[in-house]
């Protein structure tokens, strides 16, 4: 059970689409989250799937047919620059800890 | 609230030496964890507890030693620095029931193991 971001790097220009990839690798039904590191700020939560949720523009749909939960923002803004990390927990059951990917550091250019 | 609160934010060792990573909640969450961030490898589990007096292991134990005897302190003790410990240390907390696989994380501690 694991998720990958094979994405390190992604540069965008404002006003862009932007995708940051994810997927997963999961037996059952996954539970997905999409956390975020501004510069000088604390890892926080920025949206779950279960939610369905659009939060600062961002959407995130799970696939189970190409088992990707990719995040996605139609037009990129440059506050939006930041490391994007993919997480699920292990198990199925939290216990308050998660497996996250390799992070993809976004930077979006004016 | 204060939230997540950790200490020291930045710190330098020697090898050999030992020092505590210092981390407390003031939001009464049950769940808690150690992370160390790794340039290319993400956030890695080091450690967790389910509540006080209760710990853990996660994907990364090796070296590092933890204990949680208030619902509110969980320390991460380096018990003999090696320069692979060099990392971003990052604890988190969280709810049991609701919302308890979001997480709430610290600031975070720089280590430089030299």
């Known amino acids: 059970q694991r998720v990958t971001q094979p994405e390190k790097l992604l540069s965008v220009f404002k006003g862009a689409p932007v995708e940051l990839k994810c997927n997963y690798s999961?037996?059952?039904?996954?539970?997905l989250f999409w956390y975020v590191q501004y510069s000088r700020q604390r890892l926080q939560l920025l949206l779950r799937?279960?939610s369905r949720e659009s939060i600062k523009g961002f959407t995130a749909d799970l696939n189970k047919g190409e088992t990707s939960f990719h995040l996605k923002k139609p037009f990129a803004q440059e506050e939006d620059s930041a490391m994007y990390y993919c997480?699920?927990?292990?198990?199925?059951?939290?216990?308050?800890?998660?497996?996250f990917g390799q992070g993809t550091i976004l930077t979006v250019h004016p | 609230n204060a939230g997540v609160t950790q200490t020291p934010k930045f710190q330098v060792l020697k090898t050999g030496q030992s020092m505590t990573l210092q981390c407390a909640q003031d939001?009464?969450?049950?769940?808690m964890s150690w992370y160390r961030q790794d340039p290319g490898m993400g956030l890695r589990l080091i450690h967790y507890?389910?509540?006080?007096?209760?710990?853990d292991q996660g994907e990364v134990p090796n070296g590092y030693n933890v204990s949680r005897s208030t619902t509110e302190d969980f320390p991460l003790r380096l018990l003999s620095a090696a320069p692979s410990q060099t990392s971003v240390y990052f604890c988190?907390?969280?709810?049991?029931?609701?919302?308890?696989?979001?997480?709430?994380f610290g600031s975070g501690t720089q280590l430089s193991v030299l």
């Open positions: 988190a907390s969280s709810y049991r029931t609701g919302t308890g696989k979001k997480l709430f």
């Open positions: 999961y037996s059952g039904s996954p539970e």
């Open positions: 799937h279960i």
């Open positions: 997480a699920f927990p292990p198990g199925g059951t939290s216990y308050g800890k998660l497996t």
């Open positions: 939001m009464n969450h049950e769940y």
């Open positions: 507890s389910v509540g006080a007096g209760i710990t």
